[in-house]
């Protein structure tokens, strides 16, 4: 069965920095692009970044571009989302998310519970 | 990136259908035959319901349907269940491997 943990949330200042850690497991991860999502609170879902296979290409919603970066380990079957210079409106629940190609595009397909991050 | 647009909320009694809308651009839900839904019960995990705008992942039951015209995407949810009332979402591709989610739709069964 497919299962992705996340963990590194918690209580952040205004301009601080969280690493978040997404731990796979259930398939072969190196097979697959990651992503992560977010859900501020009373708002609806957002896509934030997602990193292919083998970790060679990245992409950013707008909003976080040059703030936070994804990075994986096929090593050892996670991926993170290193936050920096963080905003109150970073506030959010953060999912990770496997991410399949399904028919013509990729899809966030298995996700996690979420890990919240508080920025105040 | 500008987020999708959905109704807030729609409801339904047990047995009916509900259609949920989702509105975007010619460079989102226009431009690519690449829509998703997703079904939320909070604190849980997001989960899949519909992908390439009526295609089914295994194991989604075929009372969850999809559509496109145009610039805008619907969910239909045939035969309301209690377990259907949950938020969902629908996500679109918007070029270069990004992504763009709809504000979301809370389903409330009567």
């Known amino acids: 069965e497919v299962h992705l943990v996340e963990s590194g949330g918690g209580l952040v200042q205004p301009g601080g920095s969280l690493r978040l850690s997404c731990a796979a497991s259930?398939?072969?991860?190196?097979?697959?692009?990651m992503s992560w999502a977010r859900q501020a609170p009373g708002k609806g879902l957002e896509w934030v970044a997602n990193?292919?296979?083998?970790?060679?290409?990245?992409y950013y919603v707008d909003s976080v571009k040059g703030r936070f970066t994804i990075h994986r380990d096929n090593t050892k079957n996670s991926v993170s989302l290193q936050m920096n210079s963080l905003r109150a409106e970073d506030t959010a629940v953060y999912y990770c998310?496997?991410?399949?190609?399904?028919?013509?595009?990729?899809?966030?397909?298995?996700w996690g519970k979420g890990t919240t991050v508080t920025v105040s | 990136q500008s987020a999708l647009t959905q109704p807030r909320s729609v409801s339904g009694s047990p047995g009916q259908s509900v259609t949920i809308s989702c509105t975007g651009t010619?460079?989102?839900?226009?431009?690519?035959?690449?829509v998703a839904w997703y079904q939320h019960h909070p604190g849980e995990a997001p989960k899949l319901l519909i992908y390439?705008?009526?295609k089914w992942p295994s194991g989604v039951p075929h009372r969850f349907s999809g559509s496109k015209s145009g610039n805008t995407a619907s969910l239909t949810i045939s035969g309301l269940q209690a377990e259907d009332e949950a938020d969902y979402y629908c996500?679109?591709?918007?070029?270069?491997?990004?992504?763009?989610f709809g504000g979301g739709t809370k389903l409330t069964v009567l």
């Open positions: 010619r460079n989102d839900v226009g431009g690519y035959n690449s």
């Open positions: 259930g398939f072969t991860f190196i097979s697959h692009w």
């Open positions: 996500c679109s591709f918007a070029g270069t491997y990004t992504w763009v």
């Open positions: 990193i292919k296979e083998d970790g060679s290409e990245q």
């Open positions: 390439d705008v009526i």
């Open positions: 998310a496997r991410t399949l190609l399904l028919g013509y595009q990729y899809y966030m397909d298995v």
